[in-house]
Each structure stands twice: as C-alpha cells, then as structure tokens.
C-alpha cells in the first residue's frame, strides 16, 4: 500500500443565498493542497509549507486532525498521520477554508486505505471539522467539498445528501474584501426566530433555486436567488455590501450574495463574459469603499477532491 498521497480540495460556496446550511457547491479553485503520510506511530503532525496561513497551535484543533480523527475511530484504526499543507485557503474568508482541510485529510487517508468508505460516507467526519471550526457541524461547505457540483443537505438527521444538477453554463464570481469573518462569530449574530412570512418566500426561494438549477432555467435561477433571514443580519459585518451586490445585478449577474458565513460575496452568471463583468463591476465598487479586495472567476467543480 501507499505511504503517501498529495490531494487537492476545493473551496466552496455554502448556503447559496436562501439555503442556509442545507445547500452549498464547489468551486474549481482555488482549494487546499496537501501531503498525508502515514506515520510509524499513533499520532498526528502538521507540517505547514504555505506562505502565509497560521494554524491554530493546538494541532488537535486543526479540522484535518480533526475529521481524520473523527474517520479513523469509526474504522477502528489507531494509525498516525503527517500532514503537510503545500497551499492553503485563506481561514475566515468565507469559502470553506476550514471545510477543505476538513475534506482533504479524509479523502487522503480513505484513498490510502483503499476506499473502505464511499465518498458520501467521507462527510460526516468532516462534518466534525466544521464543528471544531464553527462549533456546529454544518454540512453546506464539507458535501459540496467531497462530493462536487451542488449538494443539498435534504436532511442532517439522518444525513440526506442529495447532489443536484446545474447548468453546464454557469459561472461563479467570487470576490474577498480584506476583512475576516469567523463562521462562528456569523452565527452567533443571528436571529433564533423567524417570522412565518419569512419562512414562506425563504423556502420559496430554496425550492425556487433547486428548480431552476435542476431544469437549467436561468431566470428562475435568478429570481430564486434571494435570502430574506440570514443577509440582512450579516450584510451589516461588510461595508459596502448593498452597493456591491447592486453592481453584480447591475452588470448581468443572476443573483448574488454572502459567500458562506462572509465576508466574501458571491455571484452567479450564465457566461464566462459576464462573470468577468461582474467581477470588475464588485471590485471597483468595493474600492469606492477603500476596502482592498480582489475577485476572480471559477467554474463549478464537478468532481470535488482529487488526486494530485
Ligand atoms: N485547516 C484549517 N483550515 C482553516 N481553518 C482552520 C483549520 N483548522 C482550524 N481552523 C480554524 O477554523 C476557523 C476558520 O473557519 P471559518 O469557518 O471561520 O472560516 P471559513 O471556513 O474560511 O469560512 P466559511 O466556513 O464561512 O466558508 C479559524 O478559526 C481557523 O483557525
Ligand atoms: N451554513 C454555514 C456556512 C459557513 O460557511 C453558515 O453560514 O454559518
């Protein structure tokens, strides 16, 4: 068997406007890149080769260790690991950074093993990352990271993880203010109850989006594209926020939105073209609001991990 494997994993955009911790997708790039290496003893290490991460110092808190640990215990193995990150997303920047590491390490090791699990069965030990990152173990970023494409958590309990077709033709901006936002701090702001009017255009909206994706309907797509409970609260942790989604609509996109838990945003169009305006359209407004920032344009990443 393998000593060692180097992965790829990728970013993701959880929660997709109206789907509040039940959809999210994965993004060609960027992602985390990492070395695993099974060790002569129990254990786990972490080596850190990227420019500019800093991992929490308990290396028991690092949400690869984590997951791999949570995977491990269900197989009964006591084996130990090397981690090495090679590259790393940026934590706190609100497109899974904390979900890859979590998927990486999982996907890595069940590789090395010979796939005893199925990739869908990978996700519930990166669930436990999420939840040593954010202290609740949400699904919307580590399903799409594992599985790819769109995935809608139908049900946590039990976990119900469906993965929904999209358009071929659909093109995600992405653009990061330079401020950072902890997922776990973005849930503690929220609101513990909703009004029944709320509910009923939010579940709308999710069912509204789930269509439009599933029959390639871009109108439908954009109109569903919408988040009446959880954007108004957490727009306000990011300056501008109005007047950068205002500019995304403005230049063609069909929705957009808090990317994640923030602070980035995200924006869907149905051509490269027109993602690339929109990209322009959010940086130059940010700008305006002397908040440094940079976007950028990727595809939807149809297969999640992958072996590098
Ligand atoms: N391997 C890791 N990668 C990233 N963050 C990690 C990792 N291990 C632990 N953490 C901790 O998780 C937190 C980052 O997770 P958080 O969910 O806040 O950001 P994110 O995943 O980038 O955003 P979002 O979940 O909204 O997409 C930080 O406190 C960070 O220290
Ligand atoms: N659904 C999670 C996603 C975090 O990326 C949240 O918004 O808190």
Same mark, same amino acid.
């Given at each position: *068997?393998?000593?060692?494997?180097?992965?790829?994993?990728?970013?993701?955009?959880?929660?997709?406007?109206?789907?509040?911790?039940?959809?999210?997708?994965?993004? =060609?790039?960027?992602?985390?890149?990492?070395?695993?290496?099974?060790?002569?003893?129990?254990? &786990?290490?972490?080596?850190?080769?990227?420019?500019?991460?800093?991992?929490?110092?308990?290396?028991?808190?690092?949400?690869?260790?984590?997951?791999? @640990?949570?995977? +491990?215990?269900?197989?009964?193995? =006591?084996?130990?690991?090397?981690?090495?990150?090679?590259?790393?997303? /940026?934590?706190?920047?609100?497109?899974?950074?904390?979900?890859?590491?979590?998927?990486?390490?999982?996907? %890595?090791?069940?590789?090395?093993? !010979? $796939?005893?699990?199925?990739?869908?069965?990978?996700?519930?030990?990166?669930?436990?990352?999420?939840?040593?990152?954010?202290?609740?173990?949400?699904?919307?970023?580590?399903?799409?990271?594992?599985?790819?494409?769109?995935?809608?958590?139908?049900?946590?309990?039990?976990?119900?993880?469906?993965?929904?077709?999209?358009?071929? =033709?659909?093109?995600?901006?992405?653009?990061?203010?330079?401020?950072?936002?902890?997922?776990?701090? %973005?849930?503690?702001? +929220?609101?513990?109850?909703?009004?029944? /009017?709320?509910?009923?255009?939010?579940?709308?909206?999710? %069912?509204?989006?789930?269509?439009?994706? *599933? /029959? !390639?309907?871009?109108?439908?797509?954009?109109?569903?594209?919408?988040?009446?409970?959880?954007?108004?609260? $957490?727009? *306000?942790?990011?300056?501008? &926020?109005?007047?950068?989604?205002?500019?995304?609509?403005?230049? !063609?996109?069909?929705?957009? #939105?808090?990317? !994640?838990?923030?602070?980035?945003?995200?924006?869907?169009? #149905?051509? +490269?073209?027109?993602?690339?305006?929109?990209?322009?359209?959010?940086? /130059?407004?940010?700008?305006?609001?002397?908040?440094?920032?940079? #976007?950028?344009?990727? @595809?939807?990443?149809?297969?999640?991990?992958?072996?590098?």
């Amino acid at each position: *068997m393998k000593e060692s494997i180097r992965v790829f994993s990728p970013a993701t955009v959880a929660n997709v406007a109206c789907g509040f911790d039940v959809l999210g997708f994965a993004l =060609e790039s960027p992602g985390d890149e990492i070395e695993v290496r099974r060790r002569d003893e129990p254990g &786990f290490t972490v080596i850190n080769k990227t420019a500019d991460t800093v991992f929490p110092g308990d290396v028991n808190k690092n949400t690869a260790v984590v997951s791999l @640990k949570a995977y +491990l215990e269900h197989l009964g193995s =006591e084996d130990g690991f090397e981690i090495t990150f090679h590259s790393k997303i /940026k934590p706190g920047s609100g497109i899974g950074s904390s979900s890859a590491s979590a998927a990486a390490s999982v996907f %890595a090791v069940n590789e090395l093993l !010979g $796939r005893p699990l199925a990739q869908t069965d990978l996700v519930q030990f990166a669930m436990q990352g999420e939840k040593a990152a954010a202290g609740v173990a949400h699904a919307d970023n580590v399903a799409p990271a594992l599985l790819g494409g769109f995935v809608l958590v139908r049900s946590y309990d039990p976990l119900d993880l469906i993965q929904i077709p999209y358009p071929e =033709e659909l093109y995600c901006t992405i653009i990061h203010p330079q401020i950072e936002v902890k997922t776990e701090d %973005a849930r503690k702001i +929220l609101r513990k109850g909703i009004t029944l /009017k709320d509910a009923v255009t939010q579940w709308g909206n999710i %069912a509204g989006l789930i269509a439009g994706l *599933m /029959k !390639g309907d871009y109108p439908l797509i954009g109109r569903s594209l919408k988040d009446v409970i959880i954007e108004p609260i $957490r727009s *306000m942790l990011i300056p501008g &926020f109005d007047e950068v989604k205002e500019a995304a609509l403005a230049n !063609g996109a069909l929705g957009a #939105s808090i990317s !994640g838990s923030g602070p980035s945003m995200f924006a869907l169009s #149905s051509s +490269l073209e027109t993602a690339q305006q929109v990209a322009q359209a959010m940086t /130059k407004t940010f700008s305006q609001f002397e908040i440094e920032n940079h #976007s950028y344009v990727s @595809k939807i990443n149809k297969q999640g991990p992958k072996i590098l």
